[in-house]
T-cell receptor, first 112, second 116 residues
Framework: EDQVTQSPEALRLQEGESSSLNCSYT??????LFWYRQDPGKGPEFLFT?????EEKEKERLKATLTKKESFLHITAPKPEDSATYLC????WGAGSYQLTFGKGTKLSVIP | GAVVSQHPSWVICKSGTSVKIECRSL??????MFWYRQFPKQSLMLMAT?????????EQGVEKDKFLINHASLTLSTLTVTSAHPEDSSFYIC????????????FGQGTRLTVV
């Protein structure tokens, strides 16, 4: 059974204080690992897809990296508008309809 | 980017009535649509997967007669909660994926259902 564990559950940062969110996963065969951002009362917003170990992707202050066991979402010099819950999900080969297995998320709060 | 529109954003209904939620892909053809349920401070729980023109595949423990899913076209899927009860109150979210080898799924805004 595919599993995704995210840590920490919650993270409070001062504006400008860089940090990383962790996503550990076990999957029979990784087709893709996905990062989403979810604001309260909204649906998840797609951020990144990573396919193979060593891959990195960047978008503004966010950078996602992937190893064979985990992924990190690095946040550089965060701003209050980066406050949200960040969700990690995996998609396995053999998932006939490309289903995603989600972690519980990390709630990020950036304090001005 | 790909846009998925979900309607309504929130709905309040009386116990025993049915509620329909629509999910539309606005700028791409959605071969596959997914329906999730999310409880407070919990992650997304997959309820069912539907491919256009086919019957939906429900996850274990999800009542298919209670949660009716229709995916009649490549741009529209609907979830109908039949004979709703207060325990069905939750946040329902749809996502849609294009065809071929596309792996990404894009989400709607979600629907907050309250059954009174």
């Amino acid at each position: 059974e595919d599993q995704v564990t995210q840590s920490p559950e919650a993270l409070r940062l001062q504006e400008g204080e860089s940090s990383s969110l962790n996503c550990s996963y076990t999957v029979s065969g990784l087709r893709g690992l996905f990062w989403y951002r979810q604001d309260p009362g909204k649906g998840p917003e797609f951020l990144f897809t990573l396919y193979s170990a060593g891959e990195e992707k960047e978008k503004e202050r966010l950078k996602a990296t992937l190893t064979k066991k985990e992924s990190f979402l690095h946040i550089t010099a965060p701003k209050p508008e980066d406050s949200a819950t960040y969700l990690c999900a995996v998609q396995a080969w053999g998932a006939g309809s490309y289903q995603l297995t989600f972690g519980k998320g990390t709630k990020l709060s950036v304090i001005p | 980017g790909a846009v998925v529109s979900q309607h309504p954003s929130w709905v309040i209904c009386k116990s025993g009535t049915s509620v329909k939620i629509e999910c539309r892909s606005l700028d791409f053809q959605a071969t596959t649509m997914f329906w999730y349920r999310q409880f407070p401070k919990q992650s997304l729980m997959l309820m069912a997967t539907s491919n256009e023109g086919s019957k939906a595949t429900y996850e274990q423990g999800v009542e298919k007669d209670k949660f009716l899913i229709n995916h009649a076209s490549l741009t529209l899927s609907t979830l109908t909660v039949t004979s709703a009860h207060p325990e069905d109150s939750s946040f329902y979210i749809c996502s849609a994926r294009g065809g071929g080898s596309v792996t990404e799924a894009f989400f709607g805004q979600g629907t907050r259902l309250t059954v009174v």
